[in-house]
């Protein structure tokens, strides 16, 4: 059993087993970039970092739902303005359906930003009768047969794209990308349903209804309009999963929430990482580098996760049960959630941890929870297929139900 007392340090994950990890040729070369990384500005702040962790809190107490969204492995070609506007499209319009379904506040999060990287069950393929490296993301490899050599100068490449990517995000929310006032803009091009794009329609008149009679009673006046009406948060997500990148941009600042402002351990690549089925062992380097730092983190589970592991694991991650600190993604697959789900439940409730959960991608679609509530709306937008969308769910019956999208 780990000692969860031990001490810890950003570099204390390379005393601890690794899986998932790359070979490069020229290790002193990796160096240097990691120290240029090293060098270059946090991408986001701990004050950011702390507000997604209250919001995951209130996900975790029933309160509000989580929606995430985005590719399953980032390409450096995606940093650009049109696949970045219609990913934050799609978040947009699904957060607006529930929020006007469910009357809940949603915390948005997008697989935007970083996530480049991608673990692999081999590490070599065959190509035309011979083997060549395994495509492991565009911050270790290129996709070309040709270009499989790990290449450290792409984890500077993943640096500035996660950059440019942040910053037009940043730029077009702060300038009215997500203003409640104009939601007709987040146009439907890509949903070739019909009656999908009047029921999301539907919504957006009604919502642009009650706008103008709050405008009316002067309540929607230039002088008095909510923030909440003219941008959103959202957070960015990547799995974790290259530790020396990680390393690299993990920070001691002063923390927003001590009155002292004592410095903490801060990812400053990413509002949320989490840890893969592959890299989930307790005693494990991702595990090790992950439970030192502040952002929230998610951690996937699925049928190979045994119930009685699960104490363990989140007890290294966070030894201080905080609410909201971890998320569980579940990935079972569509139809072994009975099989799995309640185990898992019961042996979180037991280990006294209240975590987000959230289902992760599956085959198929489906808006009927474990527990049998309905919600037919969450199928407006199922037929996008060029991102992933999860969404967490707790009933007004139940704290421990999910609806797979």
């Given at each position: 059993m780990a000692n969860h007392s031990e001490p810890w340090s950003p570099s204390s994950w390379q005393s601890k087993p690794i899986k998932q990890d790359v070979t490069y040729d020229d290790e002193a070369h990796v160096e240097r970039?990691?120290?240029?990384?090293?060098?270059?500005?946090?991408?986001?702040?701990?004050?950011?970092?702390?507000?997604?962790?209250?919001?995951?809190?209130?996900?975790?107490?029933?309160?509000?739902?989580?929606?995430?969204?985005?590719?399953?492995?980032?390409?450096?070609?995606?940093?650009?303005?049109?696949?970045?506007?219609?990913?934050?499209?799609?978040?947009?319009?699904?957060?607006?359906?529930?929020?006007?379904?469910?009357?809940?506040?949603?915390?948005?999060?997008?697989?935007?930003?970083?996530?480049?990287?991608?673990?692999?069950?081999?590490?070599?393929?065959?190509?035309?009768?011979?083997?060549?490296?395994?495509?492991?993301?565009?911050n270790v490899n290129g996709f070309d047969p040709n270009d499989r050599k790990p290449d450290p100068e792409r984890l500077l490449g993943a640096y500035f794209h996660s950059a440019s990517t942040l910053n037009y995000v940043r730029a077009i929310l702060s300038s009215g990308f997500?203003?409640?006032?104009?939601?007709?803009?987040?146009?439907?091009?890509?949903?070739?349903?019909?009656?999908?794009?009047?029921?999301?329609?539907?919504?957006?008149?009604?919502?642009?209804?009650?706008?103008?009679?709050?405008?009316?009673?002067?309540?929607?006046?230039?002088?008095?309009?909510?923030?909440?009406?003219?941008?959103?948060?959202?957070?960015?997500?990547?799995?974790?999963?290259?530790?020396?990148?990680?390393?690299?941009l993990t920070r001691h600042l002063p923390s927003p929430t001590d009155p002292k402002g004592e410095r903490k351990w801060y990812n400053t690549g990413a509002h949320f990482l989490w840890i893969g089925d592959r890299t989930r062992q307790p005693d494990g380097a991702h595990v090790e580098y992950m439970r030192g730092i502040e952002n929230p983190i998610g951690v996937k589970v699925g049928p190979t996760t045994k119930p009685e592991d699960l104490p363990e694991l989140l007890n290294r991650i966070d030894p201080k049960k905080e609410i909201g600190k971890i998320t569980l993604i579940t990935r079972y697959g569509a139809g072994n959630v009975e099989k799995y789900l309640p185990a898992h439940i019961e042996a979180v409730k037991e280990s006294g941890h209240v975590v987000v959960w959230r289902e992760g991608?599956?085959?198929?679609?489906?808006?009927?929870?474990?527990?049998?509530?309905?919600?037919?709306?969450?199928?407006?937008?199922?037929?996008v297929k060029f991102m992933d969308v999860h969404v967490f769910y707790r009933s007004k019956n139940s704290k421990s139900c999910l609806i797979l999208v």
């Open positions: 970039v990691l120290q240029k990384v090293a060098h270059l500005p946090p991408l986001v702040t701990p004050a950011e970092i702390m507000k997604l962790r209250e919001q995951l809190k209130e996900v975790a107490l029933g309160n509000s739902f989580l929606l995430q969204g985005g590719d399953c492995a980032e390409l450096f070609e995606y940093c650009s303005q049109d696949p970045i506007e219609s990913k934050l499209k799609v978040l947009l319009q699904m957060s607006l359906v529930l929020t006007w379904g469910a009357r809940t506040s949603v915390v948005r999060m997008a697989r935007m930003a970083g996530q480049y990287a991608k673990p692999r069950s081999k590490l070599t393929e065959m190509y035309e009768g011979r083997e060549i490296l395994s495509f492991r993301g565009d997500a203003d409640l006032h104009r939601p007709s803009s987040w146009n439907l091009d890509h949903v070739r349903s019909s009656p999908l794009r009047q029921e999301y329609q539907t919504i957006v008149d009604r919502l642009l209804e009650s706008l103008d009679f709050m405008r009316t009673i002067g309540a929607d006046s230039p002088q008095g309009i909510p923030s909440s009406l003219n941008t959103v948060d959202i957070f960015m997500s990547h799995e974790g999963l290259l530790l020396e990148y990680e390393q690299s991608s599956t085959v198929g679609s489906t808006d009927t929870t474990l527990c049998g509530y309905h919600h037919g709306r969450l199928n407006l937008l199922s037929g």
